[in-house]
């Protein structure tokens, strides 16, 4: 998609994908990344999902990325904290003690940019971007996290009856594009009440991913 796209439903409030509540599939498998505490975790194309705030709360370092300014106005503003914004080459660096969020766009990120990260936490990413980007998103990511353990959650459904985003990400794509890095559990998967959009059958996925031994 391009950034016109995510800009408009930001500008619109079309954000449906936004959640009220912490994730629950983050809840139930966090704690399988098995991190330290006040460990650094990367949410690459974070909105302002409320699963920030669980993590801070967790004790975690959290740092993002997200094209929207709003949305990352709103974000502060819900988490009730006072960022301090400087500009940081083609990023605005909203920053605040334990949390690092970098308004552009994640394929201009670099590792020096975002620093050390522990873990990748992807919900709702993956899946926001068409077949021509995923591709690029997981390898750039692979290399700007230097291969941080992930969690993911994907969406499932079948392709012809509704366009994404979000998209339908299955097993195969998800093996291909981490299997020569990562080692992949699959944890689980639950279907959707009343199907996506309300239009189709569709189940979230949940992988887990941690370096190649
Ligand atoms: C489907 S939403 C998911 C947001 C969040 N992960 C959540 O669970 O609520 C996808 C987000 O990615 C952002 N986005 C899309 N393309 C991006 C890019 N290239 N760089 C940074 N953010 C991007 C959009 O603005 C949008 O907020």
């Known amino acids: 998609m391009e950034a016109s796209f995510w800009h408009q439903k930001w500008e619109r409030k079309e954000i449906a994908f936004h959640e009220g509540d912490t994730n629950a599939l983050l809840l139930a498998h966090f704690d399988k990344l098995n991190l330290a505490p006040s460990s650094r975790v990367f949410i690459p194309l974070c909105g302002k ?5 669980w993590l801070l709360a967790s004790g975690y370092q959290v740092v993002g990325a997200e094209l929207s300014e709003l949305a990352i106005k709103a974000l502060f503003e819900e988490l009730g904290v006072e960022p301090n914004i400087t500009l940081h080459g083609n990023f605005m660096r909203y920053h605040a003690p334990g949390i690092d969020i970098f308004v552009g766009d994640f394929f201009d990120l670099t590792a020096e940019i975002i620093g050390e ?3 990748i936490y992807d919900r709702a990413a993956l899946v926001a971007l068409n077949d021509s980007l995923r591709g690029q998103y997981a390898e750039h990511l692979i290399n700007i996290s230097r291969a ?8 499932e459904y079948d392709q012809t009856v509704i366009p994404g985003p979000p998209f339908s990400v299955e097993e195969s794509q998800v093996r291909e594009f981490y299997e020569a890095t990562y080692q992949l559990t699959f944890v689980e998967r639950q279907a959707i009440e009343g199907g996506l959009k309300g239009k189709v059958a569709s189940s979230e996925a949940v992988w887990l991913l941690k370096a190649s031994v």
């Open 117 to 119: 990260v522990d873990a």
């Open 148 to 155: 941080a353990a992930q969690l993911i959650i994907t969406y």
């Open 49 to 53: 999902t409320r699963d920030i705030a």
